[in-house]
């Protein structure tokens, strides 16, 4: 059974704090993605990475950074974070090995990080 | 680029009614499509895939790439089946990046 687990289920900063929110998995996968989840908007890609110390940036980047220093964990960093950058966190892993194509294989996902910045 | 568009944020239906969750995307490759659900208070997870040609929990979508649709389907409407559904694409042979539309919550009335 697959796991995806993330640091805080909630959490509380004050804007121009550096925030940390972290993700780890324990299936092996090669991919990880950091998204947020806004009403309305659905989710929205911010990183994800293909590979250890590999990054790509998804559809709204600016203001984030992530770092994949292991291949089971993932970390999202909000380097001054501002009030529109509360929302729900989700991470999510997949794999890219098993035969089929690429791009076609399950997300899994972990319970989310609601991120209050005040 | 790639995009989701789901046009109905709220669907009611009552129970033991049919469902359609409209999904249209929109994409110049080879697409891979999701539907992904988030029942109250759970996490996200997958429904069902196009790849899979599966029939999840008796919901079906199927392809129709001259409409350029993934519509999920049920006959009849369960009070469990209420839930945010997300359709979601990528692209078949790319890396695992997945766009995902903005949501359609369906509510089951008893």
């Known amino acids: 059974d697959v796991k995806v687990t993330q640091s805080s289920r909630y959490l509380v900063k004050r804007t121009g704090e550096k925030v940390f929110l972290e993700c780890v998995q324990d299936?092996?996968?090669?991919?990880m993605f950091w998204y947020r989840q806004d009403p309305g908007l659905g989710l929205r890609l911010i990183y994800f990475?293909?590979?250890?110390?590999?990054?790509e940036k998804g559809d709204i980047p600016e203001g984030y950074s992530v770092s994949r220093e292991k291949k089971e964990r993932f970390s999202l960093i909000l380097e001054s974070a501002s009030t529109n950058q509360t929302s729900m966190y989700l991470c999510?892993?997949?794999?890219?090995?098993?035969?089929?194509?690429?791009?076609?294989?399950?997300?899994?996902f972990g319970p989310g990080t609601r991120l209050t910045v005040t | 680029a790639q995009r989701v568009t789901q046009p109905e944020k709220l669907l009611s239906v009552f129970k033991g009614a049919p469902v359609e969750l409209k999904c249209n995307y929109s994409?110049?490759?080879?697409?891979?499509l999701f539907w992904y659900v988030q029942y109250s208070r759970q996490r996200l997870q997958l429904l069902l895939r196009?790849?899979s040609r599966e029939s999840i929990k008796g919901f079906t979508a199927d392809l129709n790439k001259g409409e350029t649709s993934f519509h999920l389907k049920k006959p009849f409407a369960q009070e469990e089946d209420s839930a945010m559904y997300y359709c979601a694409l990528s692209a078949r042979g790319g890396y695992q990046k997945v766009t995902f539309g903005t949501g359609t919550k369906l509510q089951v009335i008893p």
């Open positions: 999510a892993s997949s794999d890219n090995r098993g035969g089929l194509p690429q791009g076609t294989y399950e997300q899994y």
């Open positions: 196009h790849i």
């Open positions: 990475s293909y590979d250890v110390k590999m990054k």
């Open positions: 299936m092996d996968h090669e991919n």
């Open positions: 994409y110049s490759g080879s697409p891979e």
